[in-house]
């Protein structure tokens, strides 16, 4: 198992600018690497990574002489990574890859695991010697590399980890969510986590920080002061927003073996102009992506419940269809005289994620050994290797 430890470095001004030259290099050689294997595909000819590595170590000395004076990974591993967005673009799982540009591209470059040398809260790098760090390497284990990046003007480094797989406990606990713009997730158990909304919440002075960036004068040391503030408010919003689906998700994954979750269309969802600021800053593919990631480490399953389910409509008791339901309704009151719940007002969000369970385990076929649903389904306790 690869586990990737984020942290902050405390460089020089020095080292600050060492660190931009290597990302600089490393941007110039993904773009010439790149040229070079649209020209040759172009010709009929069969570009691999390998080849267009070799060839630019044959001119590099003479041609691009500055590219010795940082780390030789800088120049190397663009070669590599093109290889592999060629690749995934070939079997259909990416797009094309693209020129990087000097001013929107983030800043970056790799150092393979023999070119650093990691101590106590600092991190050795070649020609340039001992960097600080926030804190120590959090994981046990082989290193295999490290990737370094700004953002916000701040330098971080990710170090991968190869560590031993765990033993994964199964769960017998099983649990539906569903996720929505007002409240972020509701349980099937009734518990709700709230939308936090940190885009919203932080607009206004991001607008504000905005309005002051495009008024000083292009080049200033004034605009690139208010460039700077622009950029730590969008890394805090982000922080923000990772710091709370991240303890979600680990909180989920580690109660429940069975997690229920919507397959909602979520590229259809952000075009929607009314909404799609609210979409993006809810970030429920992160949150999905999380729970699945997650999930696969714990020994969990995440049970995707098809989009057109009607889960917000159906009685979870009896299974009678509320089909006028609108989005302004947030209470279903269930319509069917046999239904325990007839006339009883429910939380809409609250019936769509038992809805949601139970659908789950329907479709792995452990419906009948949940809890009857009688508003008691919390738990859903289920055997022990159903997890």
Same mark, same amino acid.
């Given at each position: 198992?690869?586990? %990737?430890?984020?942290?902050?470095?405390?460089?020089? +001004?020095? =080292?600050?600018?060492?660190?931009?030259?290597?990302?600089?290099?490393?941007?110039?050689?993904?773009? #010439?690497?790149?040229?070079?294997?649209?020209?040759?595909?172009?010709?009929?000819?069969?570009?691999?990574?390998?080849?267009?590595?070799?060839?630019?170590?044959?001119?590099?000395?003479?041609?691009? +002489?500055?590219?010795?004076?940082?780390?030789?990974?800088?120049?190397? =591993?663009?070669?590599?990574?093109?290889?592999?967005?060629?690749?995934?673009?070939?079997?259909?799982?990416?797009?094309? +890859?693209?020129?990087?540009?000097?001013?929107?591209?983030? +800043?970056?470059?790799?150092?393979?695991?023999? =070119?650093?040398?990691?101590?106590?809260?600092?991190?050795?790098? /070649?020609?340039?010697?001992? !960097?600080?760090?926030?804190?120590?390497?959090?994981?046990?284990?082989? $290193?295999?590399?490290?990737?370094?990046?700004?953002?916000?003007?701040? #330098?971080?480094?990710?170090?991968?980890?190869?560590? /031993?797989?765990?033993?994964?406990?199964?769960?017998?606990?099983? !649990?539906?969510?569903?996720?929505?713009?007002?409240?972020? %997730?509701?349980?099937?158990?009734?518990?709700?986590?709230?939308?936090?909304?940190?885009?919203?919440?932080?607009?206004?002075?991001?607008?504000?920080?905005?309005?002051? @960036?495009?008024?000083?004068?292009?080049?200033?040391?004034?605009?690139?002061?208010?460039?700077?503030?622009?950029?730590?408010?969008?890394?805090?919003? %982000?922080?923000?927003?990772?710091?709370?689906?991240?303890?979600?998700?680990?909180?989920?994954?580690?109660?429940?073996?069975?997690?229920?979750?919507?397959?909602?269309?979520?590229?259809? *969802? @952000?075009?929607?102009?009314?909404?799609?600021?609210?979409?993006?800053?809810?970030? @429920?593919?992160?949150?999905?992506?999380?729970?699945?990631?997650?999930?696969?480490?714990?020994?969990?399953?995440?049970?995707? !419940?098809?989009?057109?389910?009607?889960?917000?409509? %159906?009685?979870?008791?009896?299974?009678?269809?509320?089909?006028?339901?609108?989005?302004?309704?947030?209470?279903?009151?269930?319509?069917?005289?046999?239904? /325990?719940?007839? =006339?009883? /007002?429910?939380?809409?969000?609250?019936?769509?994620?038992?809805? $949601? *369970?139970?659908?789950?385990?329907? @479709?792995?076929?452990?419906?009948?050994?949940? $809890?009857?649903?009688?508003?008691?389904?919390?738990?859903?306790?289920?055997?022990?290797?159903?997890?």
């Amino acid at each position: 198992m690869i586990k %990737t430890h984020k942290i902050r470095l405390y460089p020089t +001004p020095e =080292q600050a600018h060492y660190f931009a030259r290597a990302a600089g290099t490393s941007r110039f050689a993904w773009n #010439w690497a790149l040229a070079e294997w649209n020209r040759q595909y172009e010709a009929g000819e069969k570009p691999t990574a390998l080849k267009l590595k070799k060839q630019f170590n044959e001119i590099r000395r003479v041609q691009f +002489p500055w590219t010795w004076e940082v780390t030789k990974n800088a120049s190397d =591993q663009p070669f590599l990574d093109l290889g592999k967005a060629f690749t995934a673009f070939f079997e259909g799982r990416a797009r094309r +890859p693209k020129f990087k540009s000097k001013k929107t591209s983030k +800043p970056s470059f790799y150092l393979a695991n023999d =070119q650093f040398e990691l101590g106590d809260h600092r991190m050795w790098i /070649p020609k340039l010697g001992w !960097v600080n760090l926030a804190e120590k390497l959090r994981f046990q284990g082989n $290193v295999t590399g490290a990737r370094l990046t700004r953002q916000a003007d701040w #330098w971080f480094v990710s170090i991968q980890v190869e560590i /031993p797989d765990t033993i994964a406990v199964k769960k017998p606990a099983a !649990v539906g969510i569903d996720v929505g713009l007002n409240r972020l %997730t509701t349980l099937s158990t009734g518990e709700e986590v709230e939308n936090q909304a940190f885009l919203k919440t932080t607009l206004k002075k991001l607008r504000q920080a905005n309005k002051r @960036l495009h008024r000083r004068k292009l080049g200033s040391k004034n605009r690139e002061k208010a460039r700077r503030l622009v950029a730590r408010l969008h890394y805090r919003i %982000t922080c923000l927003r990772q710091d709370v689906l991240q303890k979600l998700t680990t909180r989920l994954t580690d109660s429940y073996g069975i997690i229920g979750v919507e397959d909602l269309h979520l590229k259809g *969802l @952000l075009k929607n102009r009314r909404l799609a600021r609210s979409f993006a800053d809810a970030s @429920l593919g992160t949150l999905r992506r999380l729970l699945e990631a997650k999930a696969a480490q714990r020994g969990g399953q995440i049970i995707k !419940v098809g989009r057109f389910f009607p889960s917000s409509k %159906t009685c979870h008791c009896c299974g009678w269809t509320w089909e006028a339901m609108t989005l302004k309704d947030r209470i279903f009151v269930c319509q069917n005289s046999a239904c /325990p719940y007839d =006339q009883f /007002p429910q939380d809409r969000d609250h019936n769509a994620g038992q809805n $949601v *369970l139970r659908e789950a385990l329907r @479709l792995i076929g452990l419906l009948d050994q949940a $809890v009857s649903g009688t508003g008691s389904d919390e738990d859903a306790n289920l055997p022990a290797d159903a997890g």
